[in-house]
């Protein structure tokens, strides 16, 4: 049945506002691990991106509640809208550690990581553009590959920096420092892969 009720497109700026957060939120990390000792610059910049996101994300979800014809399936709107802005929390949340637990040093693998995210965000960011347009899995599947794929090199990055961590010739506080600011990062980079999952399932159910 033909629909005259236009759908509300307004959605996809919305999206893509919250992608453009992750993606300056992990620069903004990445510059963090790069620039250390010189933080405060970033973690400023970072506190405002996640300001930004929330102010974005709860206008998002305003207008679900109020709109009548939404662009796809209400509930994968809502899933896409948390899981873009759990992104941009897991970064704030990360950034704000590096003052309350006193880092001195900076870890060769964090900056790695950080770099990664910065390029899975950036990945993350072209996938929900091309959502406005493509309704077909294989028009992003190249996209949500790439996610895939850094998302397992995170992993492995992890695995190492852990390995690293529990060799026996770092101190156990340090150890405890960055085994949570580790954890921390890789669930960001999850988080892009959470979004992956969310917008093959979307072009799966609208193609």
């Known amino acids: 049945m033909f629909n005259l009720l236009p759908k509300d497109t307004v959605f996809f700026d919305l999206f893509e506002g919250l992608a453009q957060h992750a ?19 970033p973690l400023q910049r970072i506190r405002e991106e996640e300001h930004g996101a929330d102010d974005l994300a709860h206008t998002a979800l305003e207008r679900l509640d109020r709109t009548f014809i939404t662009p796809f399936d209400r509930e994968d709107i809502h899933t896409l809208i948390g899981e873009l802005d759990d992104i941009i929390d897991s970064i704030d949340a990360l950034a704000k550690r590096f003052p309350l637990f006193h880092v001195k040093t900076m870890e060769p693998g964090f900056v790695q990581q950080a ?14 553009h091309r959502l406005r347009k493509d309704r ?4 992003l599947s190249k996209q949500l590959i790439e996610i ?5 090199t995170g992993d492995d990055n992890h695995h190492a ?4 961590l529990f060799e026996g010739r770092t101190d156990p506080l340090e150890v405890i420092k960055w085994k949570e600011l580790f954890d921390y990062i890789e669930e960001a980079i999850d988080g892009c892969e959470d979004v992956g999952n969310t917008l093959e399932r979307i072009v799966l159910k609208n193609g």
Do not use: Q, W
Not at 115 to 128: G, M, R, S
């Open 115 to 128: 770099d990664l995210l910065v390029e899975a965000t950036k990945v993350v960011k072209e996938a929900v």
């Open 136 to 139: 077909k899995l294989s028009e």
């Open 161 to 164: 920096a852990m390995s690293r």
């Open 23 to 41: 993606v300056s939120a992990a620069e903004h990390l990445a510059a963090l691990a790069h620039s250390f000792p010189e933080i405060s610059g």
């Open 148 to 152: 895939h794929h850094k998302e397992s």
